[in-house]
């Protein structure tokens, strides 16, 4: 393995100690790898399209139907 992007650790926060935070080849991110701008317009762009159809009494995504 030649390097790692990780978002997530086991323990958060991590101890100052924590040896992946001091390796050259481990990127660590504060769970912010998934806002890319794409991400984030997509985001947008499902809450808008399911508050349209909700608007419109056809709601999407639901899960506590019946």
């Known amino acids: 393995l030649a390097g790692a992007g990780l978002d997530v650790l086991a ?3 991590p ?3 924590n040896p992946l ?3 050259n080849n481990c990127f660590v991110t504060p769970h912010i790898a998934w806002a890319t701008r794409a991400a ?3 985001l947008l762009r499902i809450a808008a399209d ?3 159809a909700f608007l419109a009494g056809k709601p999407q995504n639901a899960v506590n139907r019946g």
């Open 21 to 23: 935070l001091a390796a």
């Open 40 to 42: 984030r317009a997509r």
């Open 50 to 52: 399911n508050l349209r």
């Open 11 to 13: 323990v958060e926060p």
């Open 15 to 17: 101890a100052a100690s």
